[in-house]
């Protein structure tokens, strides 16, 4: 399996600032796919959510762009609409196109160089780098500053990244995900409930803090965790599905991320799961919510088993 782009119609590209620690990735659907979103944090940074809304009038969207960088990188969907725009990519209107490109960010101006950020350029490389092949995966694009177990502080926290899996059900029907890892709380195997990656007791050390239990030891109102924490996934199907199902879809994948990330969609995460359809496959929304959240999980745990160590924080591939 390749990931996301096993969902024809679909492909990903990254641009990656290696020596300022941040990047952005670019799933692409030029042929126009069905999109829903949900938003589960409270610190969220996006542009053009509304065109995914059931009642908007755009019926399509022909990326979604994930980039670190804080609102700063937002700008790198511009990028990316100016090189589909230029490819003859979206709504025809007044002899030009207008393609429809939503974007979220993460924050990841405490790992790299806080005076760069993924800019217009960086969205264009991206889009120019897309490909249906299998999906790079570690500290790269989005995921190139990612970084989870925040809850002490970064100096005990560990270097995440992107991951993307695919679930088959019968019938040649697919689920796929992609999913930039940038987590407060810790990346728990939802198999065994062990924490793969998160909060270290020590600077130093190895050894896991458990922040879903700290924070139950320490409930009494004190200084508010810094808004810098967002997992942002996208998953998508080579099913048939409406506006308002793609919506239901972005739940489930929701899911998975509550599975594999402990604790989720705090208030100062902006946690997002955006869902696209490109198929012709009648499905029931339901089974592909199950399959849903296990790709999500899933990506989760490939995105930091597969992050080396960055920035001064230690990544399990090394």
Not at 27 to 48: D, K, M, N, P
Not at 197 to 203: I, K, L, Q, S, V
Request: with cysteine; glycine share 14%.
């Amino acid at each position: 399996m390749k990931g996301l782009t096993d969902i024809p119609g679909i492909r990903v590209g990254h641009a990656s600032d290696f020596e300022a620690l941040t990047g952005c990735t670019a799933v692409l659907c030029e042929q126009g796919a069905v999109g829903g979103v949900e938003i589960r944090g409270s610190a969220s940074g996006t542009e053009e959510t509304p065109t995914l809304e059931p009642g908007h009038v755009a019926a399509t969207v022909h990326a979604i762009v994930l980039a670190g960088g804080s609102a700063f990188g937002l700008e790198a969907a511009s990028g990316v609409r100016t090189a589909l725009a230029r490819r003859g990519v979206g709504i025809a209107f007044g002899g030009r196109h207008v393609p429809i490109v939503v974007s979220a960010i993460l924050f990841d101006l405490d790992v790299g160089k806080t005076n760069r950020h993924p800019d217009l350029a960086m969205g264009e490389g991206a889009a120019a780098a897309a490909t249906d092949g299998p999906v790079a995966e570690g500290a790269i694009g989005a995921g190139t500053g990612a970084t989870v177990g925040k809850i002490l502080g970064m100096e005990r926290a560990m270097k995440s990244g992107i991951g993307s899996a695919t679930v088959a059900l019968d019938r040649g029907v697919l689920v796929a995900s992609l999913v930039a890892v940038n987590a407060l709380g810790d990346v728990r195997d939802p198999a065994t409930g062990t924490i793969v990656a998160g909060a270290r007791r020590t600077p130093a050390g190895r050894e896991f803090l458990d922040s879903a239990a700290y924070l139950k030891q320490h409930s009494a109102p004190g200084p508010a965790a810094p808004s810098r924490n967002t997992t942002l996934a996208v998953v998508a199907t080579n099913a048939r599905l409406s506006k308002l199902q793609a919506r239901k879809l972005a739940g489930f994948g929701g899911l998975g991320m509550a599975r594999a990330i402990s604790p989720v969609n705090t208030t100062v995460d902006g946690d997002i799961v955006f869902a696209l359809s490109t198929g012709s496959i009648d499905a029931d929304i339901n089974a592909l919510g199950v399959a849903a959240a296990d790709a999500v999980a899933e990506a989760i745990l490939r995105a930091v088993r597969s992050a080396p160590s960055l920035g001064g924080l230690p990544g399990l591939a090394g």
